[in-house]
């Protein structure tokens, strides 16, 4: 198929290289110049396994190609993916100005026979709004369908791949058999192609996401009690997680979640609630418990130190939200930073791929180190924060010797407090008792 990608952020670079490379010719548009000039080169600049390597194959064999020229893309596209931006505004709905402007300039240009489909997260009603847009630009019926994306950071290329499911909302079977088409080399082991109306997808994108968040506050809030009454989270976690009606995804508790999706999308829905009069308690709570839950670091360390963090030096471990990605939006580590500098502490960090993005922030407020034992020569403490496998085996000797203290809180519950203690380090962890 011939098919047109509007936006060359994280999700439309992994859709848009991933439908190239199931044979398909795609075109992605973006209005940065010089963002496609890169790509153009098959330099990608985000970082996820597996996509720089495909985009540039499929650049090599020409189904993939970057422009800025938004019309040239779409007049011979028969499906078009808008997947631009949908920020949260300053209510805490999902500003949608970009993907107005983008449906009003595409609008005369489609073909008569395309499939326009939002993969932008975007309230429910917006596919609606899009469908009436288009009749009144165009005076004709136009196909718009919505196929929300759940792709993991880290893990994009498997999950777009080899997905649990496709979740399309539609309003013809026509629209469902070319997006079918599309998706079939993926679905080759009979997960399934779900169709449902537009409104029920978009909702169905925003259901998944606060139901992920909620399950991770909701650990966190019972890490936090478990230390109050001695109990260890990590048992409780096992004595809950083989419940097949609970199980253990999204139940390992930490330091609270950051990213581009779960903030975003759990405030979006909540207000999408409150102006159908509707009060989200179960949302305003989990975003709530997450935003208390990036202090949990902050007091730990204060605590230790009895607030008195100037001169100190303070090592970190990990910057990005997550491991396998370079995202550091609403990371935890940056919140643990400007209450460390705002204190007066001197602060070294590490991280395997975020350490450029979070230069754009500090500059050189922060000593950035190339490996992880860099960042503990003379530190009063390491603070770990992400839970990247390089981390997660140190050389215990060398850490000990590095340190200007034996002092390691563990954001993330890497290690066992026993051996930490036996090893002749002071350990903080998350929902376990202090060693």
């Known amino acids: 198929m011939e098919i047109a990608v509007v936006g060359t952020g994280y999700v439309g670079l992994v859709s848009g290289a991933c439908f190239a490379d199931s044979g398909n010719h795609v075109t992605c548009v973006d209005i940065d110049a010089a963002k496609v000039e890169a790509l153009s080169r098959g330099e990608v600049p985000i970082y996820e396994p597996g ?4 985009v540039k194959h499929n650049l090599l064999v020409r189904r993939l190609q970057f422009t800025t020229d938004l019309i040239a893309a779409i007049k011979p596209a028969e499906v078009v993916y808008l997947a631009v931006g949908t920020p949260q505004g300053d209510d805490g709905a999902a500003d949608l100005s970009a993907l107005w402007k983008v449906v009003t300039e595409i609008a005369p240009h489609l073909r008569e026979d395309a499939v326009l489909v939002t993969k932008s997260t975007v309230p429910v009603g917006t596919n609606a709004r899009i469908y009436s847009m288009l009749k ?11 196929n ?13 791949v080899k997905p649990d499911r496709v979740v399309v909302g539609v309003r013809s079977e026509r629209a469902a058999d070319i997006l079918r088409q599309l998706y079939e080399p993926f679905l080759r082991t009979e997960n399934p192609f779900l169709v449902m109306t537009p409104e029920s997808a978009e909702m169905t994108k925003y259901v998944a996401n606060a139901l992920l968040a909620t399950k991770i506050s909701f650990i966190n809030e019972m890490a936090n009690l478990c230390e109050r009454m001695g109990g260890d989270i990590n048992d409780v976690r096992r004595g809950i997680g083989h419940d097949s ?15 581009s999706c779960f903030p975003k999308d759990v405030r979006a829905l909540s207000a999408m609630a409150e102006d159908l009069g509707v009060e989200p308690r179960i949302l305003r709570a989990v975003d709530a418990v997450n935003t208390s839950q990036k202090q949990v670091m902050i007091e730990k360390v204060d605590q230790h130190f009895g607030g008195k963090l100037a001169g100190k030096t303070i090592a970190i471990w990990g910057l990005a939200f997550k491991p396998r990605t370079d995202d550091i939006r609403e990371a935890p580590a940056l919140v643990l930073i400007d209450h460390l500098l705002e204190s007066g502490a001197k602060v070294q960090v590490h991280d395997p791929e975020a350490m450029e993005n979070v230069k754009k922030v500090y500059c050189d407020k922060v000593t950035f180190c190339d490996l992880e034992m860099q960042a503990l020569a003379q530190a009063d403490a390491l603070c770990i924060m992400t839970e990247w496998n390089d981390y997660k085996r140190p050389n215990w000797d060398e850490m000990a010797s590095l340190l200007r203290s034996p002092v390691v809180f563990d954001g ?24």
């Open 412 to 435: 993330r519950n890497l290690y066992e407090p026993e051996r930490m203690q036996s090893r002749g380090f002071t350990y903080y962890s998350v929902g376990r008792p202090k060693v």
């Open 148 to 160: 929300p994306e759940f792709l993991k950071e880290g893990a994009a290329i498997d999950d777009f």
């Open 245 to 259: 009606r609970i199980g253990f995804a999204f139940l390992f508790p930490g330091v609270g979640y950051g990213g």
């Open 51 to 54: 996509l720089e390597e495909m």
């Open 136 to 146: 009144e630009l165009t005076r004709r019926e136009c196909e718009v369908a919505s």
